[in-house]
């Protein structure tokens, strides 16, 4: 009688771990496995503002990516076009979560970006002068993002930047921020 309990005890310890190591092999977020790029579309520049704003970020680890985002104009408004035509911005993101790249996070970014300035020329009949002006400007953001079991993102950001190295600057700050749509692959 104590062989087959000491059997059975064995044989229920043994299935017991087997079902442990099994659980942990499998992970909770399969989208995460060996996924490490993501592709997204600012839906929110696009319908506000008839920007387009897609955006790769690289996912270094569960805890930081990096990445590179482009906006251009798609229409020719004075109104939008006076404060930005086109931008590339790079930036690096910290998530602050127990799971891998997702969660809230803060992020540090850099942008070049282009606008037109409006300048009243006095000289002569006087008229107005556009010009492009071209800027870069250092900011902060934070946001969340959330990711589908498919692999799916949406994200929700809002930042401010500040224009440096410029005095002729009409200018002085910048926005990030948008809701954004992708994919993780």
Same mark, same amino acid.
């Given at each position: 009688?104590?062989?087959?309990?000491?059997?059975?005890?064995?044989?229920?310890?043994?299935?017991?771990?087997?079902?442990?190591?099994?659980?942990?092999?499998?992970?909770?977020?399969?989208?995460?496995?060996?996924?490490?790029?993501?592709?997204?579309?600012?839906?929110?520049? %696009?319908? /506000?503002?008839?920007? !387009?704003?897609? *955006?790769? @970020?690289?996912?270094?680890?569960?805890? =930081? &990516?990096?990445? %590179?985002? /482009?906006?251009?104009? !798609?229409?020719? *408004?004075? @109104?939008?076009?006076?404060?930005?035509? =086109? &931008?590339?911005?790079?930036?690096?993101?910290?998530?602050?979560?127990?799971?891998?790249?997702?969660?809230?996070?803060?992020?540090?970014?850099?942008?070049?970006?282009?606008?037109?300035?409006?300048?009243?020329?006095?000289?002569?009949?006087?008229?107005?002068?556009?010009?492009?002006?071209?800027?870069?400007?250092?900011?902060?953001?934070?946001?969340?993002?959330?990711?589908?079991?498919?692999?799916?993102?949406?994200?929700?950001?809002?930042?401010?930047?500040?224009?440096?190295?410029?005095?002729?600057?009409?200018?002085?700050?910048?926005?990030?921020?948008?809701?954004?749509?992708?994919?993780?692959?």
């Amino acid at each position: 009688m104590k062989k087959i309990t000491l059997f059975v005890c064995l044989l229920v310890s043994g299935i017991t771990l087997a079902q442990e190591k099994t659980a942990e092999e499998t992970p909770e977020f399969p989208q995460d496995v060996n996924k490490k790029h993501e592709v997204k579309i600012n839906g929110v520049s %696009l319908l /506000a503002f008839e920007w !387009l704003d897609i *955006s790769y @970020e690289y996912l270094i680890n569960e805890e =930081s &990516s990096f990445g %590179l985002a /482009a906006l251009i104009t !798609l229409n020719d *408004s004075e @109104e939008f076009n006076n404060y930005r035509k =086109s &931008s590339l911005t790079p930036f690096y993101r910290r998530y602050f979560s127990n799971q891998y790249a997702r969660g809230f996070f803060v992020e540090g970014f850099g942008m070049l970006h282009t606008y037109e300035s409006e300048t009243y020329d006095y000289n002569g009949n006087g008229y107005y002068r556009q010009e492009d002006q071209t800027d870069f400007a250092v900011g902060i953001s934070a946001g969340g993002k959330f990711i589908t079991k498919r692999g799916f993102t949406t994200e929700i950001y809002l930042g401010i930047g500040r224009n440096i190295g410029g005095d002729n600057s009409s200018i002085e700050a910048v926005g990030r921020g948008g809701i954004s749509l992708g994919y993780r692959f």
